[in-house]
């Protein structure tokens, strides 16, 4: 699955027009229009919340990493009764043309979102070209893939258990990454305090408001700045303005993050997130193991091209599952498919190479 990515382009681009309110040396006397920041209300993650969340959240990764151990036990002992080595070369350049296929992603997204800005402003047009980015990155995935058992056959004729190892590598590429990107996602939903060891800062009038109420610098006694020092205000007050700043990113994260999966992210249990990524690894093994039989059986990349396209075909159903359907049919839905899918794929993949004889 594709995860969203949360640029940080908005936010330099508000911090410019936002920095540099107060150059510094300017007289502490100068009185500063409001700033009113705008935010819809919505809950505020307490730091306790938040480590609670966070806490739960280790189910994730956890769970992950007792998915791979089993499918290496049972790779080690019991497809080989434990005479064969974990094939390195098959993972290391699984994990190589994972990481090579997925880095192609955002700038293959950046030229679409390019696009869709010189068409009119329509749901129809977002969602063709959305599909249309999501149908192309899965064919460069599908290709890197076919070209990592390419390398594989090359370097040695492989078996089976060389080419399981392969799906084994691509998945721990993408599972790895994925829960990486997890933790990205559920940082948005830490609502950074002001800096405590501040004193000056924190007795300010300001402080203690949330992000979205109004921040002025007049103070309730003359109008002035609290600060005596013309400079220290200036970066003080950046420094809050810094603060707001973060917040307002973090919200726009979360709301991207809300329209991609339908649900706020840390209201999904993470025994489904887990769910996803059992799907990847099940998936990448089946997937691998349909792709590689004819062109491992007869040697022959012509051969070849309709079973990959077969692959590609499964794959973009689950891609634009996750991109399109997601929101509307729900994160519990999508994943549950995928899992079915992946079971399938498996299976086949299996059969394919006489295992299920």
């Known amino acids: 699955m594709d995860q969203p990515s949360t640029s940080a382009a908005g936010r330099a681009e508000a911090h410019k027009s936002l920095t540099g309110i107060l150059r510094p040396g300017e007289s502490h006397a100068r009185r500063l229009a409001p700033l009113t920041i705008p935010i819809p209300e919505e809950p505020v993650q307490t730091p306790a919340a938040f480590h609670r969340l966070v ?45 090579f296929s997925h880095h192609l992603g955002p700038p293959l997204f950046r030229i679409f979102d390019g696009l869709s800005a010189a068409f009119p402003s329509s749901g129809w047009s977002e969602t063709v070209l959305e599909a249309l980015s999501t149908l192309i990155h ?24 060389d080419l399981l190892w392969l799906g084994f590598g691509w998945a721990l590429g993408d599972v790895t990454c994925g829960i990486y990107q997890n933790y990205l996602n ?13 004193p000056v800062l924190s007795a300010a009038p300001w402080s203690g408001y949330r992000a979205g109420e109004i921040i002025t610098s007049a103070s309730t006694d003359g109008g002035n700045l609290p600060f005596s020092n013309g400079a220290a205000a200036a970066e ?23 329209d991609i999966y339908g649900i706020p992210f840390a209201d999904i249990p993470p025994i489904i997130i887990s769910v996803q990524w059992l799907d990847a690894l099940l998936l990448s093994l089946g997937l691998t193991l349909i792709m590689s039989h004819p062109f491992v059986n007869h040697g022959s990349i012509r051969s070849t091209i309709p079973v990959v396209a077969v692959t590609w075909a499964i794959h973009s159903c689950l891609a634009l599952g996750y991109a399109l359907a997601m929101p509307k049919i729900g994160v519990h839905a999508v994943n549950y498919f995928g899992l079915m899918v992946s079971i399938g794929c498996l299976v086949a993949g299996l059969a394919q190479w006489g295992v299920l004889e």
């Not at 036990?73 to 290391?92: E, K, M, Y």
């Open 186 to 198: 559920l940082y948005q939903y830490h609502e950074g305090p002001l800096p405590n060891d501040d």
């Open 236 to 258: 003080r007050y950046e420094a809050l303005l810094d603060v707001e700043l973060g917040r307002l990113a973090s919200l726009k994260a979360r709301l991207e993050l809300e």
């Open 138 to 161: 899965v064919a460069i995935k599908e290709f890197a893939r076919f070209t990592a058992v390419f390398i594989v056959y090359k370097a040695g004729h492989p078996d089976l258990i």
């Open 55 to 99: 806490r739960n959240f280790t189910l994730v990764p956890a769970l992950s990493i007792l998915e791979f151990v089993i499918a290496a036990v049972a790779l080690l002992s019991i497809l080989h009764r434990g005479t064969h080595q974990p094939d390195l070369l098959a993972i290391l350049v699984a994990i190589a043309f994972w990481s």
